[in-house]
């Protein structure tokens, strides 16, 4: 975003993990989530997994390496996703000329 609309978007960058946040289960448990569907979008959340699994360390004193896990795996799809969409972005920016000039 910052690359295609330059320092205007930059805002937006800083705003993105505030709005996140209710979803990563940072101060309350995946399961007491309501509704439903909250639940679902904590879930597909990197982050979730590792609040998750802070949680369950402390209760039971047990490396959950599940949590561990689910987070890795759901790092590594999104870097995937993340770096085909910025090559595309990048072409698009290119062809069209319409890359800002940063730092002049």
């Not at 993990?17 to 597909?44: D, G, H, R, S």
């Not at 799809?77 to 000039?101: D, M, P, Q």
Request: net charge neutral.
């Amino acid at each position: 975003l910052i690359l295609r609309w330059g320092q205007a978007a930059e805002s937006l960058a800083w705003a993105v993990p505030f709005f996140i946040q209710p979803f990563t289960a940072v101060f309350y448990p995946v399961a007491v989530m309501k509704p439903e569907w909250v639940q679902y979008i904590a879930l597909a959340l990197p982050s979730t997994h590792v609040f998750e699994g802070m949680r369950s360390l402390l209760a039971t004193h047990v490396a959950p390496l599940t949590n561990l896990s689910l987070a890795s795996g759901l790092n590594l799809l999104y870097l995937g996703a993340v770096i085909l969409w910025f090559h595309h972005t990048f072409n698009v920016c290119k062809e069209r000329g319409s890359l800002v000039r940063v730092g002049e």
